[in-house]
């Protein structure tokens, strides 16, 4: 059984900063990618940021610059460094990872609300 888990969500004024934080525990025999995707009320799923294990990211367009995705794979966690917030931001985040136990799947966390206020 794999869980991921994350936190670091809440209220924030435009401008101001947050850092995600989403750890897996588990049966797990190695992580690969590791993402976050987020989803606004009334809107899919939209990717965010992918770090590989090796460290190499990638970024949505409407973030790049303002996020930072990076993973401590000692800790099996993924963080996500959010500077220069805006009310656009606003969404629930999640947390996504190809792990690999007796075979390699997609996992998904639950979500951590953040809400940018103008």
């Known amino acids: 059984q794999v869980q991921l888990v994350e936190s670091g969500g809440g209220l924030v004024q435009a401008g101001g900063s947050l850092r995600l934080s989403c750890a897996a525990s588990?049966?797990?025999?190695?992580?690969?990618?590791m993402n976050w995707y987020r989803q606004a009320p009334g809107k899919q799923r939209d990717f965010v940021a992918r770090?590989?294990?090796?460290?190499?990211?990638n970024y949505a367009d409407s973030v790049k610059g303002r996020f930072t995705i990076s993973r401590d794979n000692a800790k099996n966690t993924v963080y996500l460094q959010m500077n220069n917030l805006k009310p656009e931001d606003t969404a629930v985040y999640y947390c996504?990872?190809?792990?690999?136990?007796?075979?390699?799947?997609?996992?998904w966390g639950e979500g951590t609300h953040v809400t940018v206020s103008s």
């Open positions: 588990g049966s797990i025999f190695s992580i690969n990618n």
């Open positions: 770090i590989t294990r090796g460290g190499e990211t």
């Open positions: 996504n990872a190809l792990i690999a136990t007796s075979t390699f799947d997609y996992y």
